[in-house]
């Protein structure tokens, strides 16, 4: 389902064996979607940590752990190095579309022509994680994540134009850690609650 070249092959070994850590096993899952595409996470897990439902790509010197819910899209994925005076690192060639239901499709364009636009302005950016029984499941990043208006946003800005234009969504479900991230708008309180002020 997934093509290694062999430079990829041979540079994730190379990072495996730096890990110093036995049994060790790629995990290759797709995180979420936003204007740039795909959001895909790589990492270094335990063997051991395989799920049952799992699909088990064998590298050769390595597996890599693909979870159920990713496998779809990631069906005919190329992963290779790149490493030239341009770029270094993984290059992701992803052939599947970012979605193959219509709802979602409708959400993403959205996204893409209007919303993400716009909050760009402020240098954030709404990635687009599922639409299931019309709810639509949104995370936050960038100047986003923490903001003190992000409930305003996404109530009277993101939700009220997805449901003009795809009459399918009743509610956008944010499951951003808005006190997570590197900075953060705000930072949880010592009592336990939110502050809004840095």
């Known amino acids: 389902m997934i093509t290694i070249t062999e430079l990829a092959k041979t540079k994730i070994a190379e990072f495996m064996k730096a890990e110093n850590r036995p049994n060790l ?11 740039g595409g795909f959001r895909y996470r790589l990492a270094f897990v ?10 088990v790509v064998d590298a050769g010197p390595f597996q890599v752990l693909v979870d159920a819910r990713s496998v779809e899209s990631l069906t005919g994925v190329t992963l290779d190095f790149v490493d030239d005076t341009h770029q270094s690192g993984f290059r992701i060639d992803n052939p599947n579309p970012l979605w193959a ?27 687009l994680l599922e639409v299931r029984d019309g709810v639509v499941y949104v995370q936050l990043g960038g100047g986003c994540q923490g903001c003190g208006m992000v409930d305003v946003t996404l ?5 009220v134009r997805l449901r003009q234009v795809v009459p ?12 997570g ?15 809004p002020y840095s």
């Open 101 to 127: 239901d219509p709802v979602s499709l409708a959400v993403q364009r959205v996204f893409d022509e209007e919303i993400n636009p716009a909050v760009a302005t402020h240098g954030g950016w709404v990635a």
């Open 25 to 35: 096993a790629l995990r290759f899952a797709v995180e979420g979607r936003g204007p």
């Open 181 to 195: 991230g590197a900075n953060p708008y705000y930072r949880p309180a010592k009592g336990g609650g939110a502050s």
């Open 46 to 55: 335990d063997a051991a940590e395989r799920a049952a439902d799992d699909h």
């Open 168 to 179: 399918e969504i009743r509610e956008v479900v944010d499951t951003t850690d808005h006190a």
């Open 155 to 159: 109530r009277q800005g993101i939700e």
